[in-house]
């Protein structure tokens, strides 16, 4: 099922042997997600929803569990992420944008420690 500007509103998925699961958006007036309800045949649903900033940027997922906050500096690049839980990943990325590479810390408190680097083709 779609909206009438074609943005997605329904999805089914179903496979043999499982129960079906009914994805459902909800879109404002500019056509930005702002919530999300995932449903298996038979429960209850969860719901997503969604914060932006002005220029249509995601800053935050509400869901259940809590909040996931993205930070982002001047052009809008996601460089950092913090969890319910309180732990936190930032990114650094390479001059065309790309990440470079990922820390992580359990805490607010903690240390950022390298988690993942990232290398890229030239192709």
Do not use: C, E
């Not at 359990?106 to 990232?118: C, H, K, R, V, W």
Request: hydrophobic share 30%; charged share 20%; aromatic share 12%.
């Amino acid at each position: 099922m779609y909206y009438g500007d074609g943005t997605l509103k329904q999805q089914t998925f179903t496979k043999p042997g499982l129960a079906a699961i009914t994805t459902k958006y909800w879109v404002n007036s500019r056509g930005w997600r702002t919530q999300m309800s995932d449903t298996v045949a038979g429960g209850s649903a969860r719901l997503t929803s969604y914060g932006y900033d002005r220029g249509g940027q995601v800053t935050s997922l509400t869901a259940q569990t809590g909040t996931i906050s993205y930070g982002r500096d001047l052009v809008g690049t996601v460089v950092d992420l913090a969890y319910p839980d309180g732990a936190q990943a930032r990114y650094t990325h390479d001059k065309v944008g790309r990440i470079a590479q990922m820390s992580v810390r359990g805490s607010p408190s903690g240390t950022f420690l390298p988690f993942a680097q990232y290398t890229y083709d030239d192709d």
